[in-house]
Structure formats: structure tokens, C-alpha cells
């Protein structure tokens, strides 16, 4: 398999992630203190840096069944999360993730907490917000960077992938100095949740001592139809929905993420 | 001993979610295929993607009742 549909499936995914973090530090930023914001972003970043410097060399080391095997099941697992969760929002189930509406809960909490300092950081609730955010989201980026990378003997074209999509959404918050509400963010959970997914399948039953058919290209069949197979579910979800009057809500849309 | 149950409900989180069953479908399914190849001798590529398939399913079909 060539590095170029790692780097898109790494970079679709660390977009969705690096949306959500850049609400939480623009809320932080424009509401609060932009030095402390960046301070907690900083330090946020070093964190997750250390933990790719430290995980990927080290789990590149693993026999690459034992590897595929764990990694696989913890990738299907993973990706089945997104998969309902995009299919619940898609069907109206749970209500989608607005990025507009979680700024706005961000500087309404942001404004009315009060300010304090410690050492050399100005606003501890900036810095705390900023890190937590980036180093909360940027865990996800780290998960899908190391497996993907790792199981392809590849982590620098996983790192390249997602540092491309932090640099493209950050540079593009700046540009806008609003959160990206326009970017079709439920649909690129959607793929991402079909990508990680149809890897965690491939990958995982590779471990588990299975030959596919085709070797690699099967993965081009298996990701159309983890991608028919979801679709599938999200008709036969919509269908039951559009006859019915407007019911309660169910427990599933109180949460969010 | 209250931050080490944090961190471990923080893990299940990030990693098995919402529904712990769809965790043990795809566990069950990777020992089961394991199991088929190595001590039956069946090549069962087909086995993992059909119970993801199904556990999606149970779980949407779960969360869309209650």
C-alpha cells in the first residue's frame, strides 16, 4: 500500500479533531487572553509530541501480527464509536455537532469564570481551557497517528498527515477568527468513522492469522462496503423517523462529542 | 486510588464508548476467526467484517429503541 491513503485518512481525521480544538482555544483566545490561550496550546502540544516521540518508535518494535491483531481491534472498536455516533446524527437520533453552538457555550463559561494567575501564566482559566481543549482532541490525532503509522511501518506519513490538517485549519482560523462552522464536519465523521473502521477490519483480521483475498486491494472492496453497509443502516434508520411525528429524545441526544 | 479510576474511566471512554458490547462483539469475532484459522484451518476473512456488521446494528437498533 502506497503512504497516500494513510496521509488522507490521517488528515481528514486530525481535521475533525483540530476543528473542535480550535473552537475551544478561539473561545478561550477572543474571550480571554490570547498569551495565556497560546501558553496552554504550547504546552498542550508538547505533551502530545512526547507521547508520539516516545509510543512510536516503540511500537513500531512489536511483531507486526501482534501489532495488526491489537491495533485492529482497538481500531474497529474505535471507528464502530464514530461510525453510530455519525449515524445517530444522521438519522436525527442525536443532534449534531454544531460547531457555532459550542463556541458559544465556550464564551458564555469562558466570561463568567473568574480571573486568576499562577507564575507565568496570566489567566489560569485560559491556559487550562486552551490545553485541556488541544490536549483532549489532540489525544484522538495522536490514537489514529500511531496505529495507522505503526501498522504501515510508517508513523512520518501519519505525522505528516495530520500535522498538514492542524497547519490548514489553524491557519484558516486565523484567516476566518471564527469557528469553522461551515465545514461539513458531521460528514467527515461520517468518512472517517468508515475508514478507521474498514482498517481495523483489515488490519485486525490480518493479525488474527487471515488471508484476504486479493492481499491489500482488498481493502478497496472492504471500504465501499463498511461505506454501503452504513448507509444502509442510516436509510433504514431515517425511514421509520420521516412518518412519525416529533417524538421525546431519546438519552442519546443529551450527550455530545 | 480516586485519579487512577479517573484515568481508567477516562481510557474506556476514549476507546470503547458508549456501548461496551460493540468492544466484545470485535473481540469475540478476532478470538473466534483466530481460533478458525489456526486450529481449523479456515481461511475466515469474512467472519470480522460480518460481526461488525451485526454488532453496528444491535447497537444503533439499541440506541434509537430506548
Known sequence: ???????????????????????????????????????GMAVALV??????AALGPTITLLPLTAL????GALLAIFGLQWLRKAILRATGYK????????????VAAAKAAAASSRGRVHDWYAFTLSFKGVLLEGLEVVFIVITFGANQRNV??????????????????VLVRAPLAKVPEN?????????LTSFGIFWGAEGAGVSWPGQDAALLVLVPVVALVSLGYTVLLR???????ASAPTSEEVTSS | MRRLRSIGAFWYDFVVGDDWRVA?????????TAVLVHAAGVNAWWLLPVCVFAALAWSLRRATRT
Do not use: N
Not at chain 1, 101 to 106: F, H, N, P
Not at chain 1, 156 to 173: E, K
Not at chain 1, 190 to 195: L, N, Q, R, S
Not at chain 2, 24 to 32: C, E, G, I
Open chain 1, 1 to 39: 500500500m502506497t503512504a497516500l491513503p494513510l496521509i488522507l485518512t490521517v488528515f481528514v481525521a486530525c481535521a475533525v479533531e483540530a476543528i473542535e480544538a480550535l473552537t475551544i482555544v478561539l473561545a478561550a483566545g477572543l474571550t480571554r487572553e490570547w498569551r495565556s490561550t497560546f501558553q
Open chain 1, 187 to 195: 460528514a467527515m465523521k461520517f468518512v472517517v468513522g468508515i475508514m
Open chain 1, 47 to 52: 505533551v502530545l509530541a512526547a507521547i508520539v
Open chain 1, 68 to 71: 495488526r491483531l491489537v491495533v
Open chain 2, 24 to 32: 466484545v462483539v470485535v473481540v469475540a469475532a478476532l478470538a473466534l
Open chain 1, 95 to 106: 443532534s449534531l455537532h454544531d460547531e457555532a453552538s459550542a463556541y458559544l457555550r465556550e
Open chain 1, 239 to 245: 425511514r421509520p423517523r420521516a412518518v412519525q411525528p
Open chain 1, 156 to 173: 512520518g506519513a501519519a505525522v505528516i498527515g495530520a500535522a498538514a490538517a492542524v497547519v490548514v485549519v489553524a491557519v484558516t482560523g
